[in-house]
């Protein structure tokens, strides 16, 4: 097991030695997401999520044809309104959701059909009409098209499951946290594997 573990973190660390700016700004971006959202304290985490979409305006800005930097966005806006909250987060969602779409248009699979799970879960989270944009039927369409592109994926089955709790289907859902438990690790997600698993363990707990 340490010599896979291994094998991963050296193909990891070749790939940002040798990547393309793009890439490298791509990995940046999700490397920091996931520090802040797991790693930094629930108190300042609202100020970094918006040093952070302001660092990465920049980013969108040289590779706007990106379908993977354009997800990134989307969860970095999405993530920060989620901190921010109240109807100032509501701009910052309808942006999200903006990019997200986009990305889809660019490139439907990118990042294992993560587009599909963002926008699955802003639309089950966000109000609907007159305030937001909130559906839960197209929450549940998109959220379905994430699991047929990545059916064995943490985020995915994670997400998938949430919205089933709030759908009041604990049985299924809990069935799906499961599965996201056993997903497979991601190199270089590391963090972010780490601190979903114990959201899905906190989710558990409560069903």
């Given amino acids: 097991m340490k010599k896979i573990v291994t ?13 393309a700016p793009m890439d490298k700004a791509i990995v940046s971006m999700q490397t920091e997401w996931a520090h802040i959202k797991y790693e930094v304290e629930k108190d300042q985490q609202e ?12 980013t969108l800005k040289k590779y ?28 910052l969602v309808k942006e999200a959701k903006r990019l997200l779409e986009l990305s889809i248009e660019l490139d439907p699979l990118a990042l294992q059909g993560s587009a599909y799970t963002s926008l699955g879960s802003l639309y089950y989270q966000v109000p609907g009409w007159p305030i937001g ?18 059916p064995d994926g943490i985020d995915s089955n994670f997400f998938n499951a949430d919205f089933l709790i709030e759908q009041n289907q604990n049985a299924e ?7 996201a438990l056993e997903a497979k690790p991601r ?9 979903r698993r114990k959201e899905i363990q906190e989710l558990l707990s409560k069903l």
């Fill in 173 to 179: 859902a809990k069935q799906m946290l499961e599965h």
């Fill in 64 to 91: 706007p044809d990106s379908a993977e930097v354009l997800i990134w966005r989307a969860i970095i806006l999405s993530t920060y309104a989620g901190e921010k909250g109240g109807l100032g987060a509501l701009g």
């Fill in 187 to 195: 190199p270089g997600r590391e963090i972010a594997d780490n601190g």
């Fill in 7 to 19: 094998v991963l973190s050296l193909v990891f660390f070749s790939f940002n030695l040798f990547a």
């Fill in 47 to 58: 100020s970094m999520f918006e040093a952070l979409v302001d660092s990465t305006e920049d």
């Fill in 133 to 150: 944009f909130g559906s839960d039927k197209k929450a549940k369409q998109y959220l379905a098209k994430s699991l047929e592109i990545n």
